[in-house]
């Protein structure tokens, strides 16, 4: 009879738990904490091998080698995010549920095609890399993902950077962020398409385009990347000669402490003809951090090209300079 009652006892605290927590991962919580997946272990385990092997659609995989977004638009996935999109109804049950996240609700709401939003963007912490986000996915900054506190998980959208008219399309798959000033999170590839790197915020504006990683039939011109959706100022032909060509960079670090940033930059200080640079940068909690990149790639080939022969340093990336 006791061990009835504590049974009882567990399922009750668990369903609490269930609704006050929302299974937000980004900050240490899952929806596999509460739920039993369908999969069996094998299953599990073959999709862990899959993470870990030679299958180039996979989050350990995905790198400037291979674009999510731009397999989508070819029809090579049939969902942004490909066999990594953990979809399912119990999923959406579970993260439409109201949370608690200190000391503040969040209450997740069904969204309409076109809904539009405007705010500023952010962009995943480092810190993030690896992690589990609220559907049970793989954190992977080069996957066109997003963080939203009430949007349905595997909502598309558009977004929109006002401040250079760039644009690019993400997946919710995560909640966040939860700052008052800050209204999405970016994974690292989605913020190079729309240029917010270097400064790690910019005023956005956001379109719902379609449900369940899936642009919807209406909406198919929407995946047309806009690089410039403002009204560009007029140059004459000698200014258009003049202008710089494009090139790009690595990151090959990122530290809180400016001390470390110096010491990665000395490292790489005789790789000439390129050139070193700290850039000063905040999270979305608003903490300085450094960001240490070699400059100076006439392109995306060439910074390919020497990151094949950098060893040590699994976590650099390209940008455009």
Known sequence: MHKFAGFIDRKFFYAFMLSALNCVSAYGIDIDTFIEDKESTAQKNAIVNRFEHDNKNTYKNFSQDYDDLDAYRKGIDSNLGGEQMRESPSMQAITMNSYLIAEK???????????????????????????????????????????????????????????????????????????????????????????????????????????????????????????????????????????????????????????????RQEQFASYYPYTTAIKQVFDSDKRTFYRVFLEGFKSQQEARDFMKNLKGFKDAFITKD
């Open 105 to 263: 609700w969040y209450h997740p709401k069904e969204a309409n095609l076109n809904d539009t939003f405007e705010g500023v963007a952010g962009m995943y912490d480092f810190k993030f890399r690896i992690k589990k986000t609220s559907n049970g996915e793989i954190y992977n900054m080069h996957a066109h993902t997003a963080a939203h506190t009430t949007l349905p998980i595997n909502t598309v959208i558009k977004v929109y950077n006002l401040e250079n008219g760039k644009s690019t399309i993400v997946r919710i798959n995560d909640r966040g962020p939860f700052t008052k000033d800050q209204m999405i999170l970016l994974s690292n590839v989605a913020a190079q398409d729309i240029g917010m790197t270097t400064k790690g915020s910019a005023k956005v504006k956001i379109k719902v385009i379609g449900f369940k990683g899936v642009v919807d039939a209406t909406l198919q011109n929407e995946l047309k990347i806009d690089e410039v959706s403002q009204e560009e100022p007029q140059t004459t032909p000698q200014q258009t000669l003049q202008k710089s060509p494009q090139r790009f960079a690595i990151q090959v670090g990122a530290f809180r402490n400016k001390i470390y940033a110096i010491e």
